[in-house]
């Protein structure tokens, strides 16, 4: 729910969700194997897909995809800098419970 602002209710200004870090702990103390991370929805591409339009949809998939590996490196929790918000926004993990 958000306010009158465009603010969510109870969350910070600067809110950045659940960090990858705490996953990959939370995997660890509770004996899941993570398979596989995959980032997307890469930062400044979300912007330019809002200008294209709903033309060529698996083409913007595709970059998208793309342009998030490449900059999977450049994962900040906080981007206060502008190089830190050449990265994804989001990311996808498989876990798979041992024994």
Known sequence: MKKLNGM?????????GI??????NYAEKNNLKI????????GPWNY?????????????VH?????????SF?????????YQKFAPCAVGIVFLKNG
């Open 8 to 16: 969510r209710i109870g969350l910070s200004p600067l809110e950045r």
């Open 19 to 24: 960090p990858v870090e705490f996953y990959i």
């Open 35 to 42: 398979v596989k991370i995959v980032y997307f929805a890469f």
């Open 48 to 60: 330019l897909k809002n200008i294209i339009g709903n033309r060529f949809t698996s083409i913007k």
């Open 63 to 71: 970059i998208d995809f793309i342009l998030s590996k490449l900059f």
């Open 74 to 82: 450049n994962n900040h929790y906080e981007r206060t800098k502008m």
